[in-house]
C-alpha cells in the first residue's frame, strides 16, 4: 500500500513541472496544481498544518487552503457542497454514502493515521488513574464529584469540559463510551482545544476531554508548556490494573483504550487536488505523523519495551 502511494506521489510530481490551465487561462484543479479549500476537525491542528506547510513547499503550483473548525460543521459543509475535502475522525455511515451515490459517485475515504482522545486534569488533582467504568461514570453524569471517585479527595463537582459543542471528540465519547446513552448534564464546551487546556489549568476541579494530537509531539515547546500546565490521565481496564496513557506505542499495542482513526473523505468527483492531498498524508505525510506522536495509519511504528 505504501509502495503503491508513494509512486503515485512520484508521478504526480513529474506532472507537475508545467502549470495546466484552461482556454479561459484559470489554473486546472489536478492532484498537484489548482486551489482548493478544505475543512479539518480543529483537534488535528497541530499535525494537519505541519503536513500542509510541506505539501505546499513540494507542489507549489497547489494552493490549499484549510479551515480548522468543528467536526460536525466540516460534515456540513461537505454535504452543503461548500467543501469537497475534510479531514475527519470518521467515516460515512450507510446513509451518508447513498446520498453521495444518488448523485453518482462514492466518496474516497483514506485512512491517513490513528490517534486518541485524552483526558486532562488540574495539577492539584492527584487521582490520575481511572478505570473505563469510571470514565463511563465520569461523562454519564454518574459520578459527580471527585469524593465519589476518591473519598480523601480535597476537591468537590466535577467539572467536565469540552473543545466544542460539535467536535469528534463529543461524538466519540457519546457513540463509542457511552454507546447512546445521555451525556452528563453537567458537561460544558468551550471553542477550541487549546481552550480546554487552559481553562483544566485554571480549575482545579475541571477534567478536560481533548484530542491527543495537542499533547502528543512531546519535542514541541508549545506541547512542552501546555504539560507544564496540565496533567494527563491514564485509563485502566478494571481496577488493581495498570493503567495507560494516549501514547503512541500504547495505542499501536491496543492498550490504551480510546483509539480514533483519523481520515481523508474526498468528495471530489475527478482526480483533483483531493486526491493529491489524501495521497500524500497516507504516503510521504506518515513520517510527519510518526514524528507528532499519532500512529500512521500506513507505516511500521517501532516500538521499545521500556521496564516501568
Not at 475543512?39 to 500542509?52: H, Q, T
Not at 483509539?259 to 492531498?277: D, S, Y
Request: glycine share 6%; proline share 4%; charged share 20%.
Amino acid at each position: 500500500m505504501r509502495t503503491y502511494l508513494s509512486a503515485i506521489l512520484i508521478v504526480l510530481l513529474a506532472i507537475s513541472c508545467d502549470e495546466p490551465r484552461d482556454k479561459s487561462g484559470k489554473k486546472l484543479d489536478t492532484p498537484t496544481t489548482g486551489e482548493i479549500t478544505i475543512m479539518v476537525d480543529e483537534g488535528y491542528k497541530p499535525v494537519i498544518a505541519s503536513c500542509l506547510d510541506v505539501y505546499d513547499s513540494i507542489y507549489k503550483l497547489s494552493d490549499v487552503k484549510a479551515i480548522y473548525t468543528s467536526e460536525g460543521e466540516a460534515m456540513a459543509a461537505l454535504f452543503r457542497d461548500s467543501v469537497q475535502v475534510v479531514i475527519v475522525s470518521r467515516q460515512l455511515t450507510a446513509e451518508e454514502m447513498k446520498y453521495f451515490e444518488s448523485r453518482g459517485f462514492k466518496p474516497k475515504i483514506t485512512p491517513i493515521a490513528h490517534d486518541a482522545i485524552a483526558f486532562i486534569l488540574n495539577p492539584a488533582n492527584n487521582d490520575t488513574v481511572f478505570t473505563k467504568a469510571q470514565i463511563e461514570d465520569i461523562v454519564s453524569g454518574k459520578v459527580k464529584t471527585w469524593k465519589q471517585l476518591n473519598p480523601k479527595s480535597a476537591l468537590s463537582d466535577i467539572q467536565l469540559v469540552f473543545d466544542h459543542p460539535l467536535s469528534g471528540t463529543v461524538r466519540y465519547v457519546k457513540d463509542s463510551i457511552l454507546a447512546g446513552k445521555d451525556l452528563s448534564a453537567n458537561a460544558s464546551a468551550l471553542k477550541s482545544n487549546a481552550e480546554v487546556i487552559d481553562y483544566v489549568s485554571k480549575n482545579k476541579n475541571a477534567i478536560g476531554i481533548i484530542s491527543a494530537n495537542w499533547i502528543s509531539d512531546t519535542d514541541d515547546s508549545g506541547v512542552q508548556a501546555f504539560l507544564r500546565e496540565i496533567r494527563l490521565a491514564d485509563v485502566a481496564p478494571a481496577a488493581g490494573e495498570e493503567g495507560y496513557g494516549p501514547y503512541q506505542a500504547y495505542l499501536a499495542q491496543g492498550w490504551y483504550p480510546y483509539k480514533r482513526t483519523l481520515c481523508v473523505i474526498n468528495a471530489q468527483a475527478r482526480a483533483g487536488l483531493g486526491l493529491g492531498i489524501a495521497s500524500y498524508l497516507a504516503a510521504d505525510g506518515q513520517r510527519i505523523f510518526l514524528k507528532d506522536g499519532l500512529l500512521p495509519a500506513n507505516a511500521v511504528t517501532r516500538l521499545i519495551q521500556v521496564t516501568r
